[in-house]
């Protein structure tokens, strides 16, 4: 049975490390994307409903931006905060 290589297994760890790191990353184009739609769609049925076209859709759609665009920065941001991991080992 081959030795394990030590190189390999501190490959695997940058890359697990790497993952970590981008996760919270990964998320963000849905998140932003699922806020405006989301906003969109209720504003659109309100419009409907009540009859105040187009209003409320135009209304829920920049309600919408602001929200994905408050998820984005409170994604970056609190990423920053973390900063880089210890190095002390």
Not at 33 to 38: D, E
Request: charged share 20%.
């Amino acid at each position: 049975m081959p030795a394990p290589d030590p190189d390999r297994e501190d490959e695997d760890l940058s890359r697990l490390e790497i993952m970590r790191r981008a996760g919270p990353y990964l998320g963000i184009g849905s998140t932003f994307l699922a806020s405006v739609g989301l906003c969109l769609f209720g504003g659109w049925w309100l419009d409907r409903w009540l009859g105040t076209s187009p209003w409320l859709t135009l209304i829920g759609a920049f309600f919408g931006i602001a929200t994905g665009f408050y998820l984005f920065f409170k994604t970056v941001l609190h990423s920053k905060e973390e900063g880089p991991p210890d190095s002390r080992a």
